[in-house]
């Protein structure tokens, strides 16, 4: 059984008890120990694809990245902005992989070296759904179990796109950011 399905026992963050809460299991990671706010962002800054349960105080509520404070930042270091990051834009994109459908927060300067956010996503293996401002990407990996379940199983892509969302949430997919809706035109 989960850690994080015990709700009975008190939680404490892995890497200290002094770590105040509110407390985060990642269901992609092979440990399924719990980290405080702090601790789970700095886990994740290679890993922006995995999956949060938040405890509430009552029960384990589904949490992103993005909620508990991770940012993407393009371009270049910010240590380096010729601007004193005046220039800087935030974007919230959703992120179509694998394990279902993510809210991802990217920050990025303009002041120099950063062409588009397009092209900084095929630099991650993101298709973005558009190149103009895109709002939404499917990974590479996404795509690549695609092809291989179409070409294998015949699924078609409005059936893989449902899938995904029942992965993300099977209980009220119609509420997702990218919902049934989205996907009709397939
Ligand atoms: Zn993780
Ligand atoms: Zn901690
Ligand atoms: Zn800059």
């Known amino acids: 059984m989960l850690e994080v399905e015990d709700g009975s026992s008190r939680h404490f963050c892995a890497i200290s008890a002094s770590h105040a809460g509110p407390f985060h299991a990642c269901l992609d990671c092979d440990s399924h120990s719990l980290h405080c706010t702090p601790c789970i962002v700095d886990f994740h800054s290679c890993s922006l694809l995995h999956r949060l349960k938040t405890w509430n105080g009552t029960y384990f509520e589904d949490g992103s990245l993005a909620n508990a404070g991770l940012v993407l930042n393009l371009g270049h270091n910010m240590s380096t902005c010729r601007e004193g990051g ?35 996503m095929f630099r991650l293996q993101w298709l973005p759904a558009t ?56």
Request: proline share 3%; net charge positive.
């Open 86 to 120: 005046g220039k800087v834009h935030t974007h919230l994109v959703t992120v179509i992989d694998v394990n279902g459908l993510h809210n991802v927060r990217m920050s990025w300067c303009r002041c120099y070296g950063f062409g588009s956010l397009a092209s900084e």
């Open 131 to 186: 190149l103009i401002r895109p709002g939404t990407a499917f990974t590479f990996r996404v795509m690549k179990l695609f092809q291989m379940l179409s070409h294998v199983a015949r699924t078609s892509a409005w059936e893989f796109c449902m899938a995904l969302l029942r992965i993300t949430d099977n209980v009220q997919p119609d509420l997702l950011p990218v919902s049934e809706g989205y996907f009709s035109y397939f």
